[in-house]
């Protein structure tokens, strides 16, 4: 995904596309990542991420920052009651053209319920 990009877990297809949503790939600094109105969990080395780890893990974090990244690193991302577990593959290259990362991506939609009120 090229930086300023972002997927929206709710939209179909789920593929890139310019602006902010809910898996962000912004340009400040080395590049960092965050969701926009929801949370990010970086999963500790040989935690295997499931939809059941991404629901309960509250280790959020408001952005991460590429160079803190690794291929193989898991993270959770909920927004709007969507959950991604997406895993890195590969980081920016500051000798290529153009920055970008690329992911393996697992979608769970609607997999947490709004709490109910009243």
């Known amino acids: 995904m090229t930086i300023r990009y972002y997927l929206s877990f709710s939209l179909d297809p789920v593929k890139p596309r310019e602006g902010e949503g809910d898996f962000n790939f912004f340009a400040l600094g080395d590049g960092e990542i965050n969701?926009?109105?929801?949370?990010?969990v970086r999963l500790d080395p040989g935690q295997q991420g499931s939809l059941d780890v991404c629901t309960s893990d509250t280790r959020y974090v408001s952005r991460l920052e590429v160079a803190?990244?690794?291929?193989?690193?898991?993270l959770c991302v909920v927004n709007k009651g969507?959950?991604?577990?997406?895993?890195?593959?590969?980081?920016?290259?500051?000798?290529?053209?153009?920055?970008?990362?690329t992911f393996d991506a697992t979608?769970?939609?609607?997999a947490v319920r709004p709490e109910p009120t009243g």
């Open 35 to 40: 969701s926009s109105g929801g949370t990010v």
């Open 68 to 74: 803190e990244l690794t291929p193989g690193t898991q």
């Open 82 to 101: 969507n959950v991604a577990l997406i895993e890195i593959r590969g980081l920016p290259d500051a000798a290529a053209p153009s920055s970008y990362l």
């Open 107 to 110: 979608i769970w939609r609607q």
